[in-house]
């Protein structure tokens, strides 16, 4: 479930670019499993037996997704993705950490009135630069949810260790432990050890 915005929240084109791939990547999922609407390129198809066929909603948050009106993009509807400048990325080069996007994205799947689990959220980073950041500063979002109201019951971090990518092999490291794909030999990254600090505390301490 990215958070999809308009690069320019003042553009109507910027908007009208945003509305397909939100309604689509982001929510189409489940609203075809909480509502029976399953998203059509206009309007929807209603399927009755797949309404309200779930016990509890898994968000899986990686990134926020600018998206920008094109007229070079027939394809993807007039809709191109644009980094905002100076936006901090992970590996993968276009996927931007945003932490208050978890945040937005819980606050939206509220409506469901389900209870919700974060079931992925980790960042592509080879060197732990941006991850141990990534932990504690996506983790105040949950809290902060939970604080307003939101039922989140879970958070599950990707990954535990690093892992083989179905399109990029071992390429992306997301693990809070670094494996070597030679050898399997395992160490524990700094990540790691923030994590293993809140879990313990069972808090973001100080």
């Known amino acids: 479930m990215p958070y999809i915005v308009p690069r320019n929240s003042k553009s109507l084109l910027d908007r009208i670019a945003t509305y397909q791939p939100q309604r689509v990547l982001t929510w189409g999922g489940l609203e075809a499993s909480e509502r029976g609407r399953i998203p059509r390129l206009i309007g929807s198809r209603y399927a009755k037996e797949l309404e309200n066929t779930t016990d509890f909603i898994g968000v899986q948050y990686y990134q926020r997704i600018t998206m920008a009106f094109d007229l070079n993009s027939p394809g993807t509807l007039f809709a191109q993705h644009r980094l905002m400048p100076g936006a901090?990325?992970?590996d993968l080069g276009h996927s931007e950490i945003h932490p208050e996007g978890l945040y937005r994205l819980l606050r939206q799947t509220a409506r469901y009135g389900k209870p919700?689990?974060?079931t992925e959220n980790g960042v592509a980073d080879a060197q732990d630069q941006h991850r141990p950041a990534f932990l504690v500063n996506h983790l105040r979002q949950v809290w902060k949810a939970i604080r307003d109201g939101v039922p989140?019951?879970?958070y599950y971090h990707w990954s535990l260790t690093d892992n083989f990518e179905w399109a990029e092999g071992w390429n992306l490291r997301f693990g809070l432990i670094e494996v070597d794909p030679l050898t399997q030999?395992?160490?524990m990254r700094p990540s790691g050890q923030v994590y293993s600090a809140i879990c313990t505390?069972?808090?973001l301490a100080p």
């Open 88 to 90: 901090q990325v992970s």
């Open 116 to 118: 919700v689990y974060i």
């Open 185 to 187: 030999e395992r160490r």
């Open 152 to 154: 989140v019951k879970g």
């Open 201 to 203: 505390a069972n808090a």
